[in-house]
């Protein structure tokens, strides 16, 4: 079986300006990855332009049955905002005997890394960061700093960490 994907126009752009390179965060939930993007969507005025959930995936040669549990949870989700992409995955529940650092070890926090967002001007920073911030936890309240009209640092009620930041003028 063949899937045709159909690259977006701000791919197609991309790629004849010779960019050869884009990041793109791919986040981890365990089970509420659907809620995550959700909201995600919402906030930063996005468009979730694929879904799908393990129990989507069609059964292949070898491949182990797939518990009850993991059906529902999200295998591949795409957010596209603008030029933007954020993508993520619920991860698969622990099997017992697994290891925790392999695929099937189930869901572990983030840690070591932030998400930076950057903002047009200090009032969508602290929308943002406000919308952020409901249910999460504050590590660095959004303010003007010394290099920013607005820099603030969240980890989102989903656990996900977030840097709200307004560039600096050049």
């Known amino acids: 079986r063949s899937i045709s994907v159909r690259r977006p126009q701000f791919f197609r752009q991309w790629v004849n300006q010779g960019s050869t390179m884009q990041f793109t965060p791919y986040l981890n939930f365990d089970g509420n990855c659907a ?3 959700a ?10 332009v ?14 182990p049955p797939l518990p009850e549990s993991a059906k529902n949870r999200i295998m591949h989700i795409h957010l596209q905002v603008g030029a933007q992409s954020l993508m993520a ?9 697994q290891d925790p650092d392999s695929c099937g070890g189930g869901y572990r926090k983030p840690q070591g890394l932030w998400v930076s967002i950057q903002v047009a001007n200090a009032a969508e920073g602290q929308r943002v960061f406000d919308a952020l911030a409901q249910g999460g936890a504050v590590a660095m309240p959004y303010a003007k700093t010394f290099w920013s009209e607005g820099f603030g640092m969240v980890t989102d009620r989903f656990g996900t960490p977030w840097m709200v930041n307004v560039p600096g003028q050049s």
């Open 35 to 37: 809620e995550a993007f």
């Open 39 to 48: 909201f995600y969507a919402q906030v930063f005025g996005g468009t979730i």
């Open 50 to 63: 694929y879904q799908g959930t393990f129990g989507d995936m069609p059964a292949q040669p070898g491949m």
């Open 89 to 97: 995955s619920d991860t698969m529940p622990a099997a017992p005997g």
